[in-house]
């Protein structure tokens, strides 16, 4: 509101150039609309700053449960008073920085962290967020690709699960090659390539239990499927999928 009012009094200025006794009024506007954003934004700058280093801590935490233990990860806020640099939004631009490995120097998260570890910090940031509901960030679709790259065992169970759980309030679609993590899903989709007609195309299936069943024992074993691997399958549905 300060900044729209702020763009009217510039514009009422601009107006009245020829009138010297309402420039000046106005003028006097102007210095006070000013002088309000910037105490206004100054405010929401230290409530940023104090909720980066929450996000870091709540952050660092979750990224130890998706085998990243070591990771620091940092919301770095960068403020500038210059005028030109105001918005209704505040005066602050945010950057995630991450250090995948112990010594190494912070780097801005978009350019070195690999496909997998971008969907693990995703999926640490949006469990954050769930936690969260009053931030009004934490009702839109969530895709995660390559998530379950360079994990397995606890680890891969851990990230099934919370997915499961930020599945109970939200669409999230997750593309695995890992059984543990698609037995936690509410609904399990087959993506396969088949030649028709001379062309390749793209199939996807929805899976019914049965199917989902051999499908998780394949997962699990590859082409052969014992008795032994699909009682392994069902064991994992009846445990995560419920």
């Not at 999230?172 to 593309?175: A, D, E, I, P």
């Given at each position: 509101e300060v900044v729209r009012y702020l763009q009217e009094v510039n514009e009422?200025?601009?107006a009245a150039e020829s009138d010297e006794a309402?420039?000046?009024a106005i003028e006097g506007q102007v210095r006070e609309a000013a002088t309000a954003y910037e105490k206004a934004a100054q405010e929401l700058s230290r409530r940023r700053a104090q909720a980066a280093k929450d996000l870091k801590r709540a952050v660092e935490k979750e990224l130890q449960d998706l085998a990243m233990k070591g990771t620091v990860f940092e919301a770095r806020l960068e403020s500038s008073a210059a005028p030109d640099a105001w918005r209704?939004?505040?005066m602050d631009q945010m950057e995630f920085l991450i250090s995948p490995n112990p010594g190494e120097p912070l780097r801005a998260l978009a350019r070195i962290a690999s496909g997998g570890d971008i969907s693990r910090i995703?999926?640490?940031l949006e469990t954050v967020i769930a936690a969260h509901p009053a931030t009004g960030l934490s009702d839109h679709a969530l895709v995660f690709d390559e998530v379950d790259v360079g994990i397995g065992g606890r680890a891969a169970e851990t990230v099934g699960r919370k997915l499961r759980q930020l599945g109970e309030n939200r669409q999230?679609?997750?593309?695995t090659h890992l059984p543990q993590i698609a037995s936690f899903a509410h609904h399990h989709f087959r993506v396969?390539?088949?030649v028709q007609g001379g062309r390749t195309v793209t199939q996807v299936r929805h899976l019914n239990g049965d199917e989902r069943r051999t499908e998780l024992?394949?997962?699990l074993s590859g082409s052969q499927i014992t008795p032994a691997i699909l009682a392994h399958a069902e064991q994992l549905l009846r445990s995560n999928a419920e």
């Open positions: 009422q200025l601009e309402a420039g000046r209704a939004s505040g995703m999926l640490a999230v679609l997750c593309v396969e390539k088949a024992a394949r997962m």
